[in-house]
Nanobody, 126 residues
Framework: QVQLVESGGGLVQAGGSLRLSCAAS?????MAWFRQAPGKEREFVAAKKWSGGISYPGNYADSVKGRFTISRDIGKNTVYLQMNSLKPEDTAVYYCAAGGNIVGNAYYTARSYDYWGQGTQVTVSS
């Protein structure tokens, strides 16, 4: 069983930055961030896999490419989502997710992930 605890959300003005953290209690291979805005379905944001000593390229939603970066501190077993140039449409609850050896388009699907955090609110004001 893996527990995920997110932190780092908050209120920021458009154009600003935030860094979300997700601390994992156990071994994970694929990690991702999803988000859910009020009245909308949960959507994929970013994902990355670390396996066999290899850090695979990150996968990003088109809406965040070039602005968000997913990374990991192996020693702390913590995954980060650096969010720059934030826009009001980035406002949502952000969820950290963890799974096994996820490949291909499965990265983008919430059901591919076995464990979820409780979510952290990000609000971007215009």
């Amino acid at each position: 069983q893996v527990q995920l605890v997110e932190s780092g959300g908050g209120l920021v003005q458009a154009g600003g930055s935030l860094r979300l953290s997700c601390a994992a209690s156990g071994r994970t291979v694929s990690m991702a961030w999803f988000r859910q805005a009020p009245g909308k379905e949960r959507e994929f944001v970013a994902a990355k896999k670390w396996s066999g000593g290899i850090s695979y390229p990150g996968n990003y939603a088109d809406s965040v490419k070039g602005r968000f970066t997913i990374s990991r501190d192996i020693g702390k077993n913590t995954v980060y989502l650096q969010m720059n140039s934030l826009k009001p449409e980035d406002t949502a609850v952000y969820y950290c997710a963890a799974g096994g050896n996820i490949v291909g388009n499965a990265y983008y699907t919430a059901r591919s992930y076995d464990y979820w955090g409780q979510g952290t609110q990000v609000t971007v004001s215009s």
